[in-house]
């Protein structure tokens, strides 16, 4: 009998990643059925997701909805988005809803009301300890945890450390880390086909002796982005940082993009394309702020996608980072600001970084479709 996994998100999903390949990772079992529901954002890339055994339905807001202020703006969405989906859920009567973050969580406990069902919290980030939560938000949102806590039944997020943080908090649940990894067919977790190793230095007219560092992902304030900025101005660093993505500090870094010969912004890429271009950058750097514990314990993509690119990494010295980057000798650690940036370029400077990344296996996403393919065995009662 044919299982229905529900997927619940209030981001546009044919932009998130993560979502993506967990929808692909499950779709290939023709056990299950799956079917996903996000919200559309027009304000992203406008990009659709190529794997066509996926079943994605995108809500499209009232865009009067934008007009109003933004706390009631966002009451009203979660209300109509929760509507939307309990009234969805319901008629396809699922087996598992799996949420994907808080804001859909109320809904996954109501569709699991209605049909009982099971129903996974996949927490992508310590959801109400994030900087962008304020104090009133971040209560609002670990209240919402709470009231659903006990009927959640399997507990995903991203680093062991966010999943120890919420067995001490809220009690404790069957839980399985997966990694933020890259897709990859290679068995290693490495890109098996790295295209041009001298994209960016043609792209950019970059001399053979510079190095190209690169940063990868959202621009958007505590990510490090104005540490490097700060650092690749500076007179004394002749290496060149290109910046792909997309974000609100996207035109301050074009503005230095015009002044400085050797600070460049790169438009983001599909998926698939990503770990190709990486590796044709010489370091990727992966500078998370500390500006909150959800920072503080995160695995970021991006890291994974340097590794699967085999380019050493400059990444934030925070708990989970260090023994990641340590354990797969993937590059160096250093505070997250400027100076400590300056002085590990530097160093790099005289003498070219290569990459000694082992047993990356473990990083690969074959090895987290495993994990998380294995968890819903577990929950439907499958075995592994």
Known sequence: MTAIVLHLSHTDI?????????????????????????????SGPQTQSTDTQLDIRSVQLPKIIERVPRLLRMTIKVALLTAFMVIRGIRHRPTVVHCHDTPVLFAGVLIKLFVRC??????????????????????????????????????????????????QHLGNKPHVVVLNAPVSDSGDGAADSCGSTTYFHETYTITEGSLVYLYLGILSPG????????????????????????GEL???????????????????????????????????LCLIENTSLSDFYCLPNKLFEYAAARIPVI???????????????????????????????????????SFNGRELGALSWGAQAKALTDAYGQLLGHGS
């Open 223 to 246: 990510r490090g982005i104005e540490a490097c900025l700060q650092v690749f101005s500076d007179p004394s660093i002749n290496h060149h940082v290109v910046f792909m993505g997309w």
């Open 118 to 167: 099971k129903l996974i919290y996949d927490a992508h980030e310590l959801e109400s300890q994030k900087r962008t939560r304020s104090r009133w938000f971040s209560r609002i949102t670990f209240y919402i945890e709470w009231m659903c806590w006990r009927w959640i039944d399997l507990l995903i997020s991203v680093s062991e450390s966010i999943c120890e943080w919420y067995d």
């Open 250 to 284: 996207e035109g301050v870094i074009r503005e230095f993009a015009v002044s400085e010969g050797n600070i460049h912004l790169h438009e983001p890429v599909p998926h698939d394309q990503v770990v190709s271009l990486v590796a044709s950058a010489d370091v990727g």
């Open 315 to 353: 990444a934030s010295d925070f708990p989970e980072i260090r023994r990641v980057v340590d354990l797969h000798a993937l590059g160096l650690c250093c505070e997250p600001e400027a100076e400590s940036l300056k002085q590990i370029v530097l160093r790099l400077s005289k003498c070219k970084p």
């Open 14 to 42: 044919e932009n998130d990643a993560r979502i993506l390949r967990e929808l692909s990772a499950l779709a290939v079992n023709p056990a299950l059925r799956v079917v996903a529901i996000g919200l559309r954002d027009p």
